[in-house]
């Protein structure tokens, strides 16, 4: 079994300043590694995904992430964030080997941007 | 192309009342989920369905029922509303391809449990 914690549940930010989320995994088998974002009253969508290969990852508007498999972590970072970057922000894990392709996800990261 | 849908948006019950919500994907997936978000605790897979006519339980399972009749829909039953059911509700869809694949989120369907 897996599971998934992020370890900021708020990240109140400047707008134009930079922003890390952080997240941690715990797995006995190698996982796959998500980000989500939800924006308010509107369901999740997927901000970047690591599978394999390069270490970071690069996703839709300005995010990237870093997969550490030492650490087991997945950190989640932005230069300079919008106002519109203000969201809840989940880190997620799935098993290659098990059926479903189901999601273990952390409890959240609130992040306000502020002007 | 809607993607997936959720019918209602909101609905309020009382103690003891039965509904059903109800999730349509046009996508053509295999996978279909459905979830529930409480504050703090992320979202957490209740069941889901790896084809028509296939369900299985997922984390929360109990005071939930499920049914997948056609590919496109998967419904989740309430048969006895708690007060602890209270939550948003999402419903997914992703295609089969062994855990690497992105989830494809509804707008959610928020129950208040009275």
Known sequence: AQSVTQLDSQVPVFEEAPVELRCNYSSSVSVYLFWYVQYPNQGLQLLLKYLSGSTLVKGINGFEAEFNKSQTSFHLRKPSVHISDTAEYFCAVSDPQAAGNKLTFGGGTRVLVKP | ?114
Request: hydrophobic share 30%.
């Open chain 2, 1 to 114: 192309n809607a993607g997936v849908t959720q019918t209602p948006k909101f609905r309020v019950l009382k103690t003891g009342q039965s509904m059903t919500l109800l999730c349509a994907q046009d996508m053509n997936h295999e996978y279909m989920y459905w979830y529930r978000q409480d504050p703090g605790m992320g979202l957490r897979l209740i069941h889901y369905s790896v084809g028509e006519g296939t369900t299985a339980k997922g984390e929360v399972p109990d005071g939930y029922n499920v049914s997948r009749l056609k590919k496109q829909n998967f419904l989740l039953g309430l048969e006895s509303a708690a007060p602890s059911q209270t939550s948003v509700y999402f419903c997914a869809s992703s295609y089969h391809t062994g855990g690497l694949e992105t989830q494809y989120f509804g707008p959610g369907t928020r129950l208040l449990v009275l």
